[in-house]
């Protein structure tokens, strides 16, 4: 068995992540198990929009996770070509609104607790 952890700069482009599925695809016979983090810099991108719901900043916070959206977007654009629309739709717009959800239960008071910034920073 080999056990394969990818994340940060190592899946942060669709380049990047296909650089990876290559590697994996190499030790297919040995059947790994892959286990995959953030793509560069989201944890840090969830981090600062959390700090800024929690202070009150409703458009700083936004804008942050809006930036973080479309950087997924694209780069799901870029590894699934005319198949991402469904993929986004179906999978990632989800995430991307339940998420929004949680910063502005923030951004209106609601206590920032280490659950809940485990709750969010998980998001990555």
Not at 89 to 93: D, F, L
């Given at each position: 068995m080999i056990v394969m952890k990818f994340g940060g700069s190592s899946v942060a482009s669709a380049a990047a992540i296909k650089w990876v599925a290559?590697?994996?695809k190499s030790y297919e016979q040995e059947h790994p198990?892959?286990?995959?983090?953030?793509?560069?810099?989201t944890t840090d991108r969830?981090?600062?929009?959390?700090?800024?719901?929690a202070r009150g900043w409703a458009y700083s916070a936004w804008r942050r996770l809006e930036d973080l959206r479309q950087?997924?977007?694209?780069?799901?654009?870029?590894?699934l070509g005319a198949s991402a629309r469904q993929f986004l739709?179906?999978?990632?717009?989800p995430q991307f609104r339940e998420l929004h959800g949680r910063l502005i239960e923030l951004e209106e008071g609601?206590?920032?607790?280490?659950?809940?910034?485990?709750?969010?920073?998980s998001y990555g």
């Open positions: 290559g590697i994996v198990i892959v286990v995959v983090s953030a793509m560069g810099k969830l981090q600062e929009a959390l700090e800024s719901a950087f997924h977007f694209q780069e799901t654009q870029r590894l739709a179906q999978r990632i717009a609601r206590e920032l607790t280490p659950q809940i910034t485990d709750e969010v920073l």
